[in-house]
């Protein structure tokens, strides 16, 4: 029984990283938010190439007071991703760790345990070269000492 797992988990990630598929678009995240109102929105471009992913936060988003904070790009997280395709419908799970981050791990001025983090799990819908997605963030450092979970969607273009 273990062998049969085995041979079907390998198939699953066989057949993900030889089909490339190309994600590009844009997702709106929920970073704060009260009963009421919206108070944060982060808008940030999606793009995937197979199993690898990027998102590169643009700005983050205040509607109440109607204020636009442009974002550092070097904020962006670059991880790996899965996506397990269900008819249109699809599945996707992944994990990326932040540019700026990997940057202070490697000059020595943050350790490994402090290291930002993304786990990015949804449902999507892809269909005629578009997709629709949302799903939930969790943000972490792999010390523990800092998580917060937050809603996104997202829509974009597959090639």
């Excluded at 994600?23 to 919206?38: E, R």
């Excluded at 940057?103 to 290291?115: F, Q, S, T, Y």
């Amino acid at each position: 029984m273990r062998v049969f797992f085995l041979m079907i988990l390998s198939l699953v990630l066989v057949s993900t990283m030889i089909a490339v598929e190309i994600d590009l678009g844009m997702s709106v995240d929920v970073t704060q938010s009260d009963q009421n109102s919206l108070s944060c929105a982060r808008l940030s471009l999606l793009g995937s190439i197979g199993p690898i992913s990027l998102d590169i936060p643009v700005a983050q988003v205040w509607p109440s007071e109607r204020r636009i904070e442009f974002s550092d790009p070097f904020l962006s997280y670059v991880g790996l991703n899965l996506k397990l395709p269900i008819t249109v419908l699809y599945i996707k799970a992944g994990l990326g760790v932040q540019v700026r981050g990997v940057i202070d791990v490697l000059g020595a001025k943050i350790e490994g345990w402090d290291l930002p983090a993304r786990v990015r799990a949804g449902f999507g819908v892809s269909d005629s070269g578009l997709f629709l997605e949302g799903g939930l963030n969790l943000d972490f450092t792999p010390s523990l000492e800092n998580m917060e979970f937050c809603p996104y969607i997202a829509a974009g273009f597959v090639f």
